[in-house]
């Protein structure tokens, strides 16, 4: 994705529009403040800068652009984030691989919003049912539900009847209906159309939503006995079960205030678990865990805690989510497994022992480590070399799927003491991708000591406006050599960054790709977007200013140094009419740049 392209984004949208969205703002002074949506507070330290195009969080250091504020937030990706934003402007996301056609592209969006309205207006209708239900009231109470966290999570009724949405939708025969799922077709054995019905009918309805808020599925439950106990949306072009996660819009702020996710295995045990004090808590929906899901859990906090029940069924569901889990499994992330009594869901547990109960079953629960040990291990007999064998047959295929790390080489060690075998033989014998316990430790690398004095602030000014970068020439880059090697190519590097910004260079553009490129600069955006900003004229001299410091310290380095081989050519009787010539010339640079610094003297 051209950089162009991100920073003509970042140029069109608003980050308070996009912000506003998510977070009550009031105007204090230049900027807009509100409550941090990353952390818990009482009194407002969020500000977001309409000129910075940034926002910053005093209290916990959050900051970042409106890009970031979304992967942050909603925990998108950058792509996803990306054309969130560029949606709202009315601009196409470039894509190398995308070759359809502008028409038929511009046919889908039209296809993709038909679609997000009419679920809309299906689950406000759904949600006004309920409240015209008693049967239905009365078995959400008999569930323990208050009415506040039914209005939360937008729980409806879907009635008795075949074609109740026709008294919603005008055009009841709309393709729309179909495509997103809310009605079916009945067809005879030639295919010819039949009739046409609602789907869900006489349940509970749970609406499912995705990152933004919209709703893009529903789970009917019913209530009474009967097959199926849980209905769900099909497939759509809005939705995909291996993709979503059921009350992740919801549950967004209490995971950051948890600091873990509660993964579980249905839409009841999320709403329960919420009325009981575990807003926290997500679900699959009626699939396994799949490494979508843990992507998008682990985008949101760095402990995911899965909650299965103890039966046969909710360990096949656990193993599947351990295999799901594997390939992202780091040394900064925690990944457990909670596994309740067979007769036991999360809600009839906590009802039982308590929330104190269920809090102590989370402590206590499974690391990754020891679960995918106890899976290989199964039930084979350590004692003989066969059992040992096939405990590390059922073990390789997991420990491939790891990337390196700590704890892949924590569970080598595991595995190689519970199969009498060596770290290294495991490694070897597993063919794992860069051995971590076979090999050699590489040399340190060598940490670029952080900027200080003159250096930090002119990187500080180039941040803080990227086109004052457009006034360094060859000779005023060349002066600040003067910092030393690495120091000289990292400036030269953010120069070269901010100069392709161009004139209209922004300090939101130039933060997003600094963001994209590591951490070595989080420091002083943060204290950018955390201070007023300077203007740019007094910038413009003040940088002037400093480069012509530098190459006058430079010219009369070179002075001194044309002086010393005068000198030695004179003593050597060598001529010297080349280095005199050289040597006038740097004296008429020297008065220059003083005439200069004089002119401009109180700008300094």
Known sequence: MPESFISDLLNRVDIVDVVGRYVQLKKAGANYQGLCPFHNEKSPSFTVSPTKQFYHCFGCSAHGTSIGFLMEYSGMGFVDAVKDLAQGVGMVVPEEDDKIPPAQRAQMQAQSMALSEAMKLAAEYYKGQLRQAPNAIAYLKG???????????????????????????????ALALVEAGLVIDKVDEEGRHIKRYDRFRERIMFPIRNVKGQVIAFGGRIMEQGEPKYLNSPETPLFSKGSELYGLFEARQAIRDAGYVLVTEGYMDVVALAQMGFPHAVATLGTACTTIHVQKLLRQTDTVIFSFDGDKAGRRAARRALEACLPHVSDDKTIKFLFLPSEHDPDSYIREFGAEGFEQQIVEAMPLSQFLLREAAGEHDLSEPEGRARVQFDAKPML?????????????????????????????LFELSKPVAASRKAPPRSKRQEPVGLERKMIRALVTHPSLALDLDAEALEACQQFGQEPYDHLLHLVQLAQALG????????????????????????????????????ERMWLAATVRQLKLEQVRKDINLLMEAIQAAIAAREPTDVLTTGFRE?????????????????YR
Request: no cysteine.
């Open 143 to 173: 569930r323990g539900l208050t009415g506040e966290v039914a209005a939360r999570f937008m729980l409806g009724y879907a009635p008795e009847g075949w074609d109740n949405l026709r008294s919603v939708f005008p055009d009841y025969d």
């Open 400 to 428: 491939q799927a790891m990337t390196p790390s700590a704890l892949r080489l924590q569970i080598v060690h595991g595995l190689a003491s519970m199969t009498q075998s060596t770290p290294g033989e495991i490694e070897q």
């Open 503 to 538: 004139p209209n260079g922004t300090f939101a553009a130039l933060a997003q790709q600094l963001k994209e490129q590591g951490t070595e600069y989080d420091a002083i955006v943060g204290e950018i977007a955390a201070a007023p900003e300077p203007e740019i004229d007094t």
């Open 586 to 602: 740097l004296k008429a640079l020297e008065d220059q740049l003083l005439r200069e610094q004089e002119a401009d003297k109180s």
